[in-house]
């Protein structure tokens, strides 16, 4: 048969979504700015050394190349002329200059523009700039010691010539960072002032906002051990005629009650996200006149999520459109709608869009009568999209990558609900391989790479995403698994995971990888889990206590709880009193579910990915558990890259990571790749397993203590 597609063994597929096409030709969207007509996207470029470069989109697409497009296409990959088009934009600020904060390690809300004017904090210093059109970006903040004090969540306050954003300031002989509300003066003399503390005591702030009269500010703030998603408080107070706080007064929120995302409406009424009724639900509150007391009254009660896990600053899910409709963004089952809720009635109306994914870190922006902000859809990239709120009609502004790949390449997600340990039901997005020049012998089953989110509280959806269709168009299937904890379900599947990470987590990411093998859609001898961060430590804790993955890929993740409680950042550092109990008084259990105490159980294959500037995961983790795993003389892989940090940004370091894991399956399931891969050394490699055919599924091994 002439048409007959060449058999090959899964993995060994050519595929044209290259590591080099990844890294070089596409983006990662940060926040979402409006200012009048003009729109806003910061744009972390692997190209530029992970340079956060602010892009102002027009609305015409200039001739010639779209800026911002990486070099290159592979065979079977072109460029699209309507994405070609929608890339244009104009970078904004000088390429000496990175528009990145690092509050938290996690930044976000590193800018703010009006009337043209920027203002945005820069990554190599941790200044905060103002840069007026065709001018020279300008210092507000004094210098001090790279990354002593650092910027975020800007709210301008032009009556008063200021602006106010959260500090960080990191002092010599503290045991921790103190985070403050404070004021930046914008006067005539631009002479950089020490920027003026308006609200100090808590632990964390986030969200400033000033009422349209500018008379009353807004906040949240949260104290140790809780995360914002677990509880916050949102405050009023009075702003007074010297510029000072007056009478602040606590709204809502407390230690169990997470508030999201404060705003005032043109109306001068408060709006904001709480999760009282165990989702992330729409409020108002109406100050009584002449006072700071109020009512708090639901808008659109439903259980859905309206809100998200605030791990980066200047996150938004909502806004108000000219004729006072809240234009919102809400989550179900998975999947983000946008739609027009009637503050009156409380009707929601979702808007017809072909979008299923919205970017928290991008946020929703609103401006009178359009919308913007970053989307995708297993059919499309992450993409900078303008809404009409009056017509409905969305139009696609800028898109992560200016790269077509042809559809017979690429897995469309099935969202899939699976039983799990305790009768619970997990979810996650199942992907089949795909690649049309192929196909796989009688009878084989593909190779299964279960990927396990970072945060833990956070999640995944089903945008498309060329590092997903990099291994199912080389023949894997692949499992994006939405563990309990993870966030879209409601608080009480986010709660799943108190107490329990390290179980729950590795619970559902072994009933998926069993579930899919049970339904013939994975080789059970071929089943590898892989992670980022959180993510990685799932992955090193379903190799060490259970015996159903036969290799794992670890990037940067925990090996040693008691390490991260120790040595990790002020935002995350009491984050595990939840997760796992108090520490030091909880320390036994803290042992009990570390890999780095159980490398003796550890049979089965891992590489490990790791930046040494990493602040939130130090190096050690990785090179202490990759010791451990040498003695014992398990095959291990160890990869290092010196500038990077807790996720990887650069060009170079995107596409070895793609490559070696890729070749490192290869040693461990039997296949070649047929790309060219730089060798790697993997110690132990003598003892790789036999690769094997596929066998029944594999009994689990002693799972951690519970």
């Not at 920027?195 to 008379?215: E, K």
């Not at 703030?221 to 408080?233: I, K, L, Q, R, Y």
């Not at 799932?538 to 670890?554: E, I, Q």
């Not at 550092?573 to 259990?589: C, I, K, N």
């Amino acid at each position: 048969m002439l048409n007959q597609k060449p058999i090959a063994p899964f993995g060994s597929w050519k595929s044209p979504i290259t590591p080099a096409l990844i890294a070089e030709s596409t983006v990662r969207f940060g926040e979402v700015l409006i200012d009048g007509e003009d729109s806003y996207v910061v744009e972390v470029r692997p190209w530029e050394a992970g340079r956060s470069v602010l892009v102002r989109i027009g609305r015409r697409a200039a001739p010639g190349a779209a800026p911002g497009a990486g070099p290159g296409a592979g065979p079977g990959a072109a460029p699209d002329a309507a994405a070609a088009a929608a890339l244009d934009g104009t970078d904004v600020l000088p390429a000496t200059f990175s528009v990145r904060t690092r509050a938290h390690e996690y930044g976000g809300g590193s800018a703010r523009v009006a009337d043209g004017v920027i203002y945005f904090a820069n990554d190599a210093d941790q200044r905060v700039y103002r840069a007026a059109p065709g001018s020279v970006p300008v210092p507000l903040t004094p210098p001090v010691p790279s990354g002593a004090c650092r910027y975020a969540d800007f709210e301008l306050d032009p009556g008063r010539r200021r602006l106010l954003g959260v500090r960080e300031e990191h002092r010599r002989g503290c045991s921790e960072p103190e985070n403050t509300l404070v004021a930046i003066d914008l006067g005539p003399a631009d002479d950089a002032r020490d920027p003026h503390p308006l609200v100090r005591g808590a632990d964390f702030y986030s969200s400033p906002c000033l009422s349209p009269d500018g008379r009353q500010l807004a906040w949240l703030s949260w104290n140790h051990p809780n995360m914002p998603w677990d509880g916050t408080e949102l405050w009023v107070a009075d702003v007074g005629g010297d510029g000072e706080l007056v009478q602040p007064t606590r709204i809502a929120g407390g230690v169990n009650e997470s508030i999201f995302q404060p705003a005032w409406s043109p109306a001068r009424d408060l709006h904001f996200v709480s999760d009282r009724t165990g989702w992330w639900n729409l409020y108002r509150w109406r100050p009584e006149s002449g006072g700071r007391k109020g009512s708090v009254e639901p808008l659109c009660s439903r259980s859905a999520e309206f809100g998200a896990p605030q791990w980066g600053f200047g996150m938004a899910t909502y806004g108000f459109a000219a004729d006072g409709r809240i234009i919102c963004a809400f989550t179900a089952s998975g999947a983000w709608r946008i739609a027009a809720l009637d503050p009156r009635t409380g009707g929601l109306v979702p808007y017809e869009l072909p979008f299923t994914t919205l970017s928290m870190f991008g946020g929703l922006r609103v401006e009178s009568r359009r919308a913007v902000f970053v989307a995708g859809s297993p059919t499309q990239p992450e993409s900078l999209v303008e809404l009409d709120l009056d017509r409905g009609i969305a139009q696609v502004l800028r898109r992560s990558t200016g790269i077509r790949i042809g559809p017979e390449y690429l897995s469309t997600p099935e969202p899939i609900a699976f039983p799990t340990a305790g009768g619970e039901i997990a979810h996650a997005f199942y992907y089949p391989p795909a690649n049309r020049d192929y196909q796989a012998p009688t009878g084989a089953r593909p190779p299964l790479l279960v990927l396990s989110h970072g945060g833990p509280t956070s999640a995944v959806g089903s945008a498309l995403d060329l590092r997903i269709q990099f291994w199912t168009s080389r023949g894997f299937a692949v499992a994006n698994v939405n563990y309990g904890g993870s966030t879209g379900y409601g608080r009480a599947y986010r709660e799943r995971l108190e107490g329990q990470w390290g179980v729950v987590d590795v619970d559902d990411c072994t009933a998926c990888a069993q579930a899919l093998v049970a339904r013939g859609a994975a080789d059970s001898a071929q089943l590898a889990i892989a992670g980022g961060s959180a993510g990685g430590y799932t992955v090193l804790c379903a190799l060490a206590f259970r015996d159903v993955f036969r290799a794992g890929a670890s990037h940067y993740g925990v090996s040693d709880l008691e390490t991260l409680a120790r040595d990790t950042h002020k935002f995350e550092s009491r984050y595990l009193d939840r997760l796992v109990g108090p520490y030091p008084a909880a320390r036994e259990l803290y042992r009990e579910r570390s890999p780095i105490h159980a490398a003796d159980r550890i049979r089965r294959p891992v590489i490990f990915f790791q930046g040494l500037e990493d602040p939130v995961v130090l190096p050690n983790q990785a090179e202490t558990m990759v010791d451990a795993l040498r003695q014992r003389r398990v095959p291990v892989a160890y990869l290092a890259f010196p500038g990077e940090q807790h996720g990887f940004r650069r060009a170079e370091t995107i596409v070895r990571v793609l490559e070696a894991e890729l070749a490192f399956y290869g040693r461990v399931f039997g296949f070649t790749p047929a790309d060219p891969i730089a060798p790697f050394p993997i110690d132990n490699e003598a003892n790789l397993p036999a690769p094997t055919g596929s066998p029944a599924g594999s009994a689990a091994a002693t799972p951690p203590p519970r």
